[in-house]
C-alpha cells in the first residue's frame, strides 16, 4: 500500500512538473509570437501601404486611358475558396469558377462549402490563431465581416472596390472605420408571393392591386379543393418567416422603417409597427392563410404539387423549379421596397496566396457577376458595369417588374443586425406563427434584446 | 513496488501526462481564465450577465413566463430533461435487458436497440426531426390516423408545448441501448444459483426481480445513471439540429446558450462562463459516482 501511495504521489508530482513545463513552453511561445505578430503588423502595415501607392498609380493609369492589366501568378496557385452554396447553387458558381480559371490559367480555385452560420463558428477560432481555412471566404454576413476587420483578421479592398460601381448601400454594409472590408458578389431578391402561373390560370386567379383585394385572394384559394392552406411557410431555422415578416413591415410602414428598425430609431413596440403586425400579419396567420412552418426545401416541392398556392421566397426559387417560365410573384399591393441580400467576398489577413486571392476577389466582384446572374442562380448584379441583357431570363422578368413599380432595394433586416439577435428574431417568428396570441411577449422580446435598442 | 519497476512505470506512463497537461488541463485553466476576464480586469461580471440574462434564447432561468409554458430558461429545461430521460430510459434499458435475456434471437433486438447509439447525435436529430414531421412522421400521423386533430396530429416541434417533451423522448429512443447492453452485460455476471434459490424458496417474478436481480446489478446502475445524467447536461446535437433550442427559446439548453455566446455574439467570456456553470453541474454527479464507487471498494 505505502509503495502504491508513494507511486501516486510521484505520478502527480510528475504530471504537476510536466504541467507546469508545458505552461512555461506556451508562455515562451506566446512571447514569441507576440514579437513575431508585431513584426508581421508592421510589415503588413507597409505593405498596405505600399499598396495603396500601386492602387492609386493604377487608377492615374486608368485615367489615362491606358488600363493596367491585372497582373497573373508566375507559378500555379491553388485558392481555397469558401462559399455558402451547395447542391444546384454550387453547380451555378462552379460556372463562374470554370471562367476565371479560363482567364487566369495559373490559378486553380478549390471551392469548398461551408454556411455563414459554421464559418461564424469556425473562423474566429482559427484567426485567433494566425490560420485561415481559406484564401477568400464568401458570405450572406456582412455584419461578420465587419466584426473580423475590427478585431484585424481581414485584409483592407479599399483600393480595389469602387463604392460608386456598386448599386447604392451595398457595399455600406462592409465599411468600417471608413475603409472597405469585402467585396460585393451578387444580389438575391425577396420579392414577393410567388406562383404557379398554371395554377392562377386553372382557378381563375388574378394578382391583387388591394390589400382587400389581396385578402379575397386568400380567401379564394382556401376553398379550392386540395388546398391545405394558401400560402406555405418555409421554415429552416426561421429566415422564411422573418422575410415575410419585414415584407409587411416595409409594405405598411414604407422603406424607411426597415432602416429605423435596423438603427432602433423606431422599436418593435413602436405603436406604428405593432399595428403592422396586429392588424395585418397576426389576422392572416389567425385565418390559417399561413402553413405552419415546414422545412423550406420541401416547401417548395409541395407548393410546386399545388398543396399551396403562394410562396413568399427569394428570386433563388427560380432555379429550384422544374419549369422557371411557369412562375411569377407578387407584392403586397403598395408595396414600394424590395428586400435585397448581397454575399461578399472578403480576404482574411492570413492568406499565404494575397496577390492571387485579390485577383479572385476582383474577379467575382466584377466580371464574374456577369457569369453568375446570366444562368440560373436566380440573382441579380450589384456591379453597375453588368449589362441587363446578360440576366437570366425568368431573373430579367422579375428585374423589370421591380424596375416598372418603382421599388427600392432595401438591406436584410436581420441580416444587417446580426449577431445572436438574428437567431433570436427568426425564433421568436416561428413562436409567433403557431402562437400569434404571443405578439405582444413577441415584440416585447425583439425590442429588450436589440442591440442598437440596448445602447 | 521496487524502485526500478516504478521507474518504468513512470517512463511510460509520462507521455499520458504530458498529453492530458497540454490537451486537457491546460484548455480548462484558459477556460477558467477567459470566464473571469472583462474589459477591466478580471471580475464576476461574465458569471452575472450569464445568470441574470433575460433573453429567451439564452437565459439560464426564464423567469418572464413561469408557470406558464415554456421556455422555462435552458438550465430548468437541462434538468427537465433528467427527470424525465433519466427514470425512463434506465427504466426501459434494465427491463429490457432483463426481459431479453434469455430470449432466442435477444440479440438481434439489443442490436437494433443499440442502433440508436451508433449513428451519430447529428444524424440522430434528423431522425427525431423526421419523427415528428406532420406529414412523414410515426408519431403526428399515429395520431392523426386515432382521431387527434390538435397539436399532437401536427409538427410536435414547431409548438412551444410540446418541443422540448418531443426531444427527450426521441433522446429515450437514442439513448435506452446504451443502458440495455450496460445491463445486459451487467446481468450476466449474476449467478443463477442465487436465483433458482429463490425460486425454490417461492418467490414470484416480480420479487425475483426486484429483490435479488436488481440489488446485484448496482454497480451497473450506477455507472448508468451517471453516464445518463452526463449525457442529459451536455446534451447539444440533437437540439441544435432538431429545434435550434426554438421555438422562442422552448427547447433549448445550457450547451446550446454556450454555442450562441460563442459562435453568435462572439462573447468568449460569457461563453465560458456557461460552460464553467456547466462543468460544475456535472461535477456533482462525478463526485457522487467516485463516492459510490470507493464505498463499494470499501464494502
Known amino acids: 500500500m505505502s509503495s502504491q501511495g508513494g507511486l501516486l504521489k510521484a505520478a502527480i508530482a510528475l504530471s504537476l512538473i510536466a504541467l507546469l513545463v508545458s505552461l512555461a513552453a506556451i508562455a515562451l511561445l506566446y512571447s514569441q509570437i507576440g514579437a513575431l505578430e508585431a513584426k508581421?503588423?508592421?510589415?503588413?502595415?507597409?505593405?498596405?501601404?505600399?499598396?495603396?501607392?500601386?492602387?492609386?498609380?493604377?487608377?492615374?493609369?486608368?485615367?489615362?486611358?491606358?488600363?493596367?492589366?491585372?497582373?497573373?501568378?508566375?507559378?500555379?496557385?491553388?485558392?481555397?475558396?469558401?462559399?455558402?452554396?451547395?447542391?444546384?447553387?454550387?453547380?451555378?458558381?462552379?460556372?463562374?469558377?470554370?471562367?476565371?480559371?479560363?482567364?487566369?490559367?495559373?490559378?486553380?480555385?478549390?471551392?469548398?462549402t461551408k454556411r455563414a452560420e459554421d464559418l461564424a463558428q469556425i473562423l474566429p477560432v482559427q484567426f485567433e490563431s494566425g490560420l485561415t481555412p481559406a484564401d477568400v471566404i464568401i458570405t450572406p454576413w456582412a455584419w461578420f465581416i465587419v466584426k473580423m476587420a475590427q478585431k484585424g483578421y481581414v485584409e483592407d479592398v479599399s483600393s480595389y472596390v469602387k463604392e460608386d460601381e456598386y448599386i447604392g448601400g451595398v457595399v455600406n454594409n462592409v465599411k468600417w472605420d471608413g475603409k472597405i472590408w469585402g467585396a460585393p458578389f451578387t444580389m438575391w431578391l425577396k420579392p414577393g408571393f410567388w406562383y404557379r402561373k398554371s395554377f392562377f390560370k386553372k382557378h381563375g386567379l388574378q394578382e391583387p392591386q388591394t390589400w382587400d383585394e389581396f385578402v379575397a385572394l386568400l380567401k379564394k384559394i382556401k376553398q379550392i379543393p386540395g388546398i391545405k392552406n394558401p400560402i406555405v411557410?418555409?421554415?429552416?431555422?426561421?429566415?422564411?418567416?422573418?422575410?415575410?415578416?419585414?415584407?409587411?413591415?416595409?409594405?405598411?410602414?414604407?422603406?424607411?422603417?426597415?432602416?429605423?428598425?435596423?438603427?432602433c430609431k423606431k422599436k418593435f413596440t413602436d405603436p406604428e409597427v405593432e399595428a403592422i403586425f396586429k392588424?395585418?400579419?397576426?389576422?392572416?396567420?389567425?385565418?390559417?392563410?399561413?402553413?405552419?412552418?415546414?422545412?423550406?426545401?420541401?416547401?417548395?416541392?409541395?407548393?410546386?404539387?399545388?398543396?399551396?398556392?403562394?410562396?413568399?421566397?427569394?428570386?433563388?426559387?427560380?432555379?429550384?423549379?422544374q419549369d422557371p417560365t411557369d412562375i411569377d410573384f407578387f407584392p403586397l399591393p403598395g408595396c414600394k421596397a424590395v428586400v435585397g441580400g448581397t454575399d461578399y467576398a472578403f480576404i482574411p489577413k492570413f492568406t499565404k496566396h494575397k496577390e492571387a486571392a485579390i485577383i479572385f476577389l476582383k474577379y467575382i466582384a466584377t466580371e464574374g457577376q456577369a457569369v453568375h446572374v446570366s444562368g440560373p442562380a436566380g440573382k441579380i448584379p450589384t456591379w453597375k458595369g453588368v449589362s441587363v441583357d446578360v440576366i437570366w431570363t425568368p431573373m430579367k422578368s422579375?428585374?423589370?417588374?421591380?424596375?416598372?413599380?418603382?421599388?427600392?432595394?432595401?438591406?436584410?433586416?436581420?441580416?444587417?443586425?446580426?449577431?445572436?439577435?438574428?437567431?433570436?428574431?427568426?425564433?421568436?417568428?416561428?413562436?409567433?406563427?403557431?402562437?400569434?396570441?404571443?405578439?405582444?411577449?413577441?415584440?416585447?422580446?425583439?425590442?429588450?434584446q436589440h442591440p442598437a435598442c440596448k445602447g | 513496488m521496487p524502485f526500478r519497476e516504478k521507474r518504468y512505470f513512470l517512463f511510460f506512463t509520462l507521455p499520458a501526462y504530458i498529453l492530458i497537461a497540454i490537451f486537457v488541463i491546460t484548455p480548462i485553466i484558459g477556460t477558467v481564465i477567459i470566464s473571469f476576464e472583462t474589459k477591466n480586469g478580471f471580475g464576476l461580471d461574465n458569471y452575472v450577465k450569464v445568470i441574470t440574462e433575460t433573453s429567451p434564447e439564452k437565459a439560464l432561468v426564464y423567469l418572464r413566463r413561469m408557470p406558464r409554458p415554456p421556455p422555462w430558461g435552458a438550465m430548468i429545461h437541462n434538468f427537465i430533461w433528467i427527470a424525465i430521460h433519466?427514470?425512463?430510459?434506465?427504466?426501459?434499458?434494465?427491463?429490457?435487458?432483463?426481459?431479453?435475456?434469455?430470449?432466442?434471437?435477444?440479440?438481434?433486438?439489443?442490436?437494433?436497440?443499440?442502433?440508436?447509439?451508433?449513428?451519430?447525435?447529428?444524424?440522430?436529430?434528423?431522425?427525431?426531426?423526421?419523427?415528428?414531421?406532420?406529414?412523414?412522421?410515426?408519431?403526428p400521423r399515429l395520431f392523426a390516423l386515432l382521431g387527434f386533430k390538435g397539436i399532437l396530429a401536427k409538427d410536435w416541434?414547431?409548438?412551444?408545448?410540446?418541443?422540448?417533451?418531443?426531444?427527450?423522448l426521441g433522446a429515450v429512443w437514442l439513448w435506452t441501448g446504451f443502458n440495455l447492453t450496460v445491463f445486459a452485460a451487467a446481468l450476466e455476471s449474476v449467478p443463477t444459483s442465487t436465483i433458482e434459490a429463490a425460486m425454490i424458496d417461492g418467490a414470484n417474478s416480480w420479487q425475483i426481480f426486484s429483490r435479488i436481480v436488481v440489488p446485484q446489478l448496482?454497480?451497473?446502475?450506477?455507472?448508468?445513471?451517471?453516464?445518463?445524467?452526463?449525457?442529459?447536461?451536455?446534451?447539444?446535437?440533437?437540439?441544435?439540429?432538431?429545434t435550434f433550442g426554438g421555438p422562442g427559446g422552448a427547447s433549448n439548453v445550457l450547451a446550446l446558450v454556450m454555442y450562441l455566446y460563442f459562435a453568435r455574439a462572439l462573447d468568449y467570456g460569457r461563453s465560458a462562463a456557461v460552460s464553467i456553470i456547466l462543468a460544475l453541474l456535472t461535477l456533482i454527479p462525478g463526485i457522487w459516482f467516485i463516492r459510490e464507487v470507493r464505498k463499494s471498494e470499501k464494502g
Not at chain 1, 413591415?249 to 438603427?263: A, K, N, R, V
Not at chain 1, 444587417?416 to 433570436?424: I, M
Not at chain 2, 447525435?121 to 408519431?139: A, C, N, P, Q, T
Request: aromatic share 12%.
Open chain 2, 157 to 168: 416541434l414547431i409548438y412551444p408545448q410540446t418541443a422540448l417533451f418531443a426531444l427527450i
Open chain 1, 233 to 263: 411557410t418555409g421554415d429552416g431555422v426561421g429566415w422564411p418567416e422573418s422575410d415575410i415578416t419585414e415584407h409587411f413591415l416595409i409594405t405598411f410602414g414604407g422603406p424607411q422603417l426597415q432602416y429605423d428598425l435596423i438603427s
Open chain 1, 398 to 448: 422579375v428585374y423589370n417588374k421591380i424596375k416598372e413599380r418603382n421599388m427600392k432595394i432595401v438591406p436584410d433586416l436581420d441580416d444587417t443586425v446580426g449577431g445572436d439577435w438574428q437567431t433570436l428574431f427568426w425564433d421568436q417568428l416561428k413562436l409567433l406563427w403557431v402562437q400569434p396570441d404571443q405578439v405582444d411577449s413577441v415584440l416585447q422580446t425583439l425590442t429588450e
Open chain 1, 40 to 112: 508581421i503588423n508592421t510589415l503588413n502595415g507597409k505593405i498596405s501601404e505600399l499598396e495603396s501607392k500601386v492602387g492609386a498609380l493604377e487608377q492615374r493609369v486608368g485615367e489615362l486611358g491606358k488600363p493596367a492589366p491585372t497582373p497573373q501568378p508566375q507559378e500555379q496557385v491553388e485558392l481555397v475558396v469558401i462559399g455558402p452554396w451547395s447542391g444546384k447553387s454550387a453547380e451555378y458558381f462552379s460556372k463562374v469558377i470554370q471562367e476565371f480559371e479560363k482567364k487566369y490559367p495559373n490559378i486553380k480555385i478549390k471551392y469548398l
Open chain 2, 218 to 242: 448496482k454497480p451497473a446502475i450506477i455507472i448508468a445513471v451517471i453516464m445518463t445524467v452526463l449525457w442529459d447536461l451536455k446534451i447539444f446535437d440533437i437540439v441544435y439540429v432538431s
Open chain 2, 86 to 139: 433519466l427514470p425512463l430510459s434506465i427504466l426501459l434499458g434494465l427491463v429490457l435487458a432483463y426481459l431479453l435475456r434469455s430470449v432466442r434471437g435477444s440479440s438481434i433486438v439489443k442490436s437494433i436497440m443499440f442502433l440508436g447509439m451508433v449513428v451519430p447525435m447529428i444524424v440522430g436529430g434528423l431522425l427525431i426531426r423526421f419523427m415528428y414531421d406532420e406529414f412523414i412522421g410515426i408519431f
Open chain 1, 279 to 321: 392588424e395585418k400579419l397576426v389576422p392572416l396567420i389567425k385565418e390559417g392563410y399561413f402553413s405552419e412552418p415546414m422545412e423550406w426545401t420541401s416547401a417548395v416541392e409541395r407548393w410546386w404539387a399545388g398543396e399551396y398556392a403562394l410562396y413568399f421566397m427569394g428570386t433563388w426559387i427560380a432555379g429550384r423549379v
